[in-house]
């Protein structure tokens, strides 16, 4: 199957400081990609849908001025959580659509003090 | 009433055994359903997609589409401690896999 790669794994970040996850498609071109997050014991949100080369769509209740969501390239997405504070540690996956299947990356644990 | 509802469990089971995981939805246009399984800080995996009311199999797995109840299951013949998981149950209004709805998933335990 096609594989989707997230970086950082796990990051833990001061109150008010910028975090920037990336998400890449390692053996597909993805002109969509999608962004969740999940908290604990909570199901996966979608926060936006990102489009290659142009603005990423929003889910409602999503702050597109706190989430940053940049897709320059087929093979890359990247979700800058700007200002974080506590109350955005969670878990926050993408994911990708190449063909009849969407993929997931393996998540990027957001602790923020 | 949320858009997708799972019973949070924990399902036990003895291995061997069938487990059955139900899901309903709310949204009578939802056209496609899935069942990933996700392991504890791991990404979702898919299982199974169905599209269509009634049965599909799969191996050890049959995902069951009720349309008219609004209602979509998960069985896992001879279930083994390996299968211990998060499934969680996503739907979505077209026939493909944009824009999943998730439920929040139930937790099987199968015990050796």
């Known amino acids: 199957g096609a594989v989707v790669s997230q970086h950082p794994s796990r990051v833990i970040c001061k109150s008010g400081t910028s975090v920037k996850i990336e998400c890449r498609s390692l053996?597909?071109?993805?002109?969509?990609m999608f962004w969740y997050r999940q908290f604990p014991k909570q199901s996966l949100m979608l926060m936006a849908t990102?489009?290659?080369?142009?603005?990423?769509?929003?889910e409602q209740g999503v702050e597109k001025d706190k989430f940053l969501i940049n897709h320059a390239s087929l093979t890359l997405s990247t979700l800058t959580v700007t200002s974080a504070h506590p109350e955005d540690s969670s878990f926050y996956i993408c994911?990708?659509?190449?063909?009849?299947?969407?993929?997931f990356g393996p998540g990027t644990r957001l602790t923020v003090l | 009433q949320k858009e997708v509802e799972q019973n949070s469990g924990p399902l036990s089971v003895p291995e061997g055994a069938i487990a059955s995981l139900n899901c309903t939805y709310s949204?009578?246009?939802?056209?496609?359903f899935f069942w990933y399984r996700q392991y504890s800080g791991k990404s979702p995996e898919l299982i199974m997609f169905i599209y269509s009311n009634g049965d599909k199999e799969d191996g050890r797995f049959t995902a069951q589409l009720n349309k008219a109840s609004q209602y979509v299951s998960l069985l896992i013949r001879d279930s083994q401690p390996s299968d211990s998981a998060t499934y969680l149950c996503a739907v979505n209004r077209d026939t493909g896999f944009q824009k999943l709805v998730f439920g929040t998933g139930t937790r099987l335990l199968v015990s050796p």
């Open positions: 053996d597909f071109q993805a002109t969509t």
């Open positions: 990102s489009n290659e080369g142009s603005k990423a769509t929003y």
């Open positions: 949204d009578r246009g939802s056209q496609s």
């Open positions: 994911s990708a659509t190449p063909y009849n299947e969407q993929f």
